[in-house]
């Protein structure tokens, strides 16, 4: 399977339910995966989930400004570079973010072993 192709699915997959449906998120991690968020580390799938579904705005907007990707290993995983715009219910202005995945293939799908999350400020 083409990697661009795989990765442009699962950033409109993770985006669309992040922004609909945050707790479905469960799905994509597993209990090996991390989550930096802004600095803070937070490990397994219960766990980062917890933390979405605790920040402070229950409605978002991503939009993704550019998505790259790089194969990861001779397992088949993949490197996702993520930016864009949050923008949150209410506020005039679009938050700057970026977001790094590493993806592991896991009989014929992918799972979030490492996801890092900055807010870009300028």
């Known amino acids: 399977m083409d990697p661009d192709a795989v990765a442009k699915a699962f950033v409109e997959h993770y985006y669309s339910t992040f922004d609909g449906n945050r707790p479905g998120l469960v799905s994509l991690y597993q209990e090996g995966s991390m ?12 766990n980062i989930v917890a933390k979405l579904t605790s920040l402070p705005f ?35 202005h679009a938050l700057k973010f970026s977001q790094m995945f ?11 072993f490492n996801d890092i999350f900055r807010l870009n400020y300028a």
């Open 58 to 92: 229950n409605q978002c907007k991503h939009n993704i400004t550019t998505v790259d990707c790089q194969p990861s290993g001779p397992a088949g995983g993949m490197l996702v570079f993520v930016s864009g715009n949050l923008q949150l219910a209410g506020e005039q």
């Open 102 to 112: 590493h993806l592991i293939s896991n009989q014929g799908t992918y799972y979030v």
């Open 35 to 46: 989550l930096t968020f802004e600095g803070q580390k937070i490990q397994g799938s219960q």
